[in-house]
């Protein structure tokens, strides 16, 4: 069964930046045809996609994000992961990494990770 | 962007009753090369990550319980419980995959009546 785990900083101050890590198990991210994806949810709000890597490298951002938002992928360690400079208290909220069905980023997400809280605060 | 609305924003529906909830795209979702609607349903419980639940507008993903359909076409879909479980009180999301970015509705709350 393939699982997803997001991990790393659960409070990070403005300004600064926010790392996250997706840990893929129970599959190879290197799968052929599979996108991975970072999706965000204010508390309370609606969910926001971000953006999706290709084990290749390939990314595919949001345009609203594009100029802070950098997607990585490290298939020795079965990983991808998203920074997203200059953070304010709007980017406060939970983030998902999620998988895409098979064949392009233009798919739904059929396995997402449980989530992880990140405030923006001084 | 393709803005997602969906109606109503909260809904309350007695158990073994059929809730229907609609999703409308400001633009249209389907492509017309393979004749596939770019749209998905989604249920969030509290504290947990969205469940797919339906893509390609009327696909039911695997394990999702065949009361949940889904139809439309362009941009004008929804999604129909057909008799309420009591698991099924969630808030319920569609997406759009047509175009960048991808957008959600924005949520609509079912509760039982």
């Known amino acids: 069964q393939l699982q997803l785990q997001e991990s790393g900083p659960g409070l990070v101050k403005p300004s600064e930046t926010l790392s996250l890590t997706c840990t893929v198990s129970g599959g190879s991210i290197s799968s052929s045809g599979y996108y991975w994806g970072w999706i965000r949810q204010p508390p309370g709000k609606g969910l926001e996609w971000i953006g999706t890597?290709?084990?290749?490298?390939?990314?595919y951002y949001n345009p609203s994000l594009k100029t802070r938002v950098t997607i990585s992928v490290d298939t020795s360690q079965n990983q991808f992961s998203l920074k997203l400079s200059s953070v304010t208290a709007a980017d406060t909220a939970v983030y998902y990494c999620?998988?895409?069905?098979?064949?392009?980023?233009?798919?739904?997400?059929?396995?997402w990770g449980q989530g992880i809280l990140v405030t923006v605060s001084s | 962007d393709i803005v997602m609305t969906q109606s109503p924003d909260s809904l309350a529906v007695s158990l073994g009753e059929r809730a229907t909830i609609d999703c409308k795209s400001s633009?249209?979702?389907?492509?017309?090369?393979?004749?596939?609607?770019?749209l998905a349903w989604y249920q969030q419980k509290p504290g947990q990550p969205p469940r797919l639940l339906i893509y390609w507008a009327s696909t039911r993903e695997s394990g999702v319980p065949d009361r949940f359909s889904g139809s439309g076409s362009g941009t004008d879909f929804t999604l129909t419980i057909s008799s309420l479980q009591a698991e099924d009180v969630a808030v319920y999301f569609c997406q759009q995959y047509y175009d960048t970015p991808q957008t959600f509705g924005q949520g609509t709350k079912l509760e039982i009546k």
């Open positions: 890597i290709y084990y290749s490298g390939a990314t």
């Open positions: 633009q249209s979702v389907l492509y017309s090369s393979n004749n596939k609607n770019y």
């Open positions: 999620a998988r895409h069905l098979s064949g392009s980023y233009e798919r739904a997400s059929d396995y």
